[in-house]
């Protein structure tokens, strides 16, 4: 069984800054993409971040210059540092991973519960 734990959110007032951290454990053979997507009270669920296992970024357009995504692989864990941050980036914050399980020969797409990320003004 595989599993993404997020953690390191809370409540942060505008301009601060805050780590996320998922961290992917169980019968792991690979993994391959790991992102951030986030998703406020009544709107959609958008990608934040993505990071290939290569180190390759990609990020929303509200984002570039103020989070930074980054993975460490021999931890099987991705993180996102968030700075600069503004009410409207108040949402949960969702961990996703794509990961081949062990004895399996495909990946399959994995997400993590959630963790609140709240910005006061």
């Known amino acids: 069984q595989v599993q993404l734990v997020e953690s390191g959110g809370g409540l942060v007032q505008a301009g601060g800054s805050l780590r996320v951290s998922c961290a992917a454990s169980g019968s792991i053979f690979r993994i391959n993409d790991m992102g951030w997507y986030r998703q406020a009270p009544g709107k959609q669920r958008e990608l934040v971040a993505a990071i290939t296992s290569g180190g390759i970024t990609n990020y929303a357009d509200s984002v570039k210059g103020r989070f930074t995504i980054s993975r460490d692989n021999t931890k099987n864990t991705v993180y996102v540092q968030m700075n600069s941050l503004k009410p409207e980036d108040t949402a949960v914050y969702f961990c996703?991973?794509?990961?081949?399980?062990?004895?399996?020969?495909?990946?399959?797409?994995?997400w993590g519960q959630g963790t609140q990320v709240t910005v006061s003004s």
């Open positions: 996703n991973a794509r990961i081949q399980p062990v004895g399996e020969w495909r990946q399959r797409n994995y």
